[in-house]
């Protein structure tokens, strides 16, 4: 996110708040009490944010672990194309007996 996009979200926020403000005190309600409804709309929104935040901080599902694990899968697809099928047989039994020893302990 560009620092621009950060700014007219902060923006968008601020003035949908405004909004809602006005909202409910055309519906009736007096200044204080419009005040406290949206402030309390404003902090549940927040809430939501930060739930949605932090499952994708605990899933591994940030844009940073997408972008390493297409990398590393993207190095690694390379390298086995440069690899003649004997490294890859040779690899692959190195690969098998390893899980054999690491299943044996």
């Known amino acids: 996110m560009?620092?621009?996009d950060a700014i007219l979200?902060?923006?968008g926020v601020f003035f949908l708040g405004?909004?809602?403000y006005y909202g409910f005190v055309s519906i009736g309600f007096?200044?204080?009490q419009a005040g406290i409804w949206s402030q309390g709309l404003l902090v549940l929104g927040?809430?939501?944010w930060v739930l949605t935040y932090l499952f994708r901080v605990f899933t591994n599902n940030m844009?940073?672990?997408k972008q390493v694990k297409d990398y590393d899968d993207a190095f690694f697809a390379k390298q086995?194309?440069?690899m003649s099928?004997?490294?890859?047989?040779?690899?692959?039994e190195n690969s098998d007996s390893e899980n054999k020893v690491i299943r044996n302990e």
């Open 63 to 65: 844009t940073y672990h």
């Open 46 to 48: 927040l809430i939501g």
């Open 30 to 32: 007096d200044a204080t």
């Open 80 to 82: 086995l194309e440069k």
């Open 9 to 11: 979200i902060a923006l």
């Open 18 to 20: 405004g909004i809602v």
């Open 2 to 4: 560009r620092r621009i």
């Open 85 to 92: 099928p004997e490294e890859i047989a040779k690899l692959m």
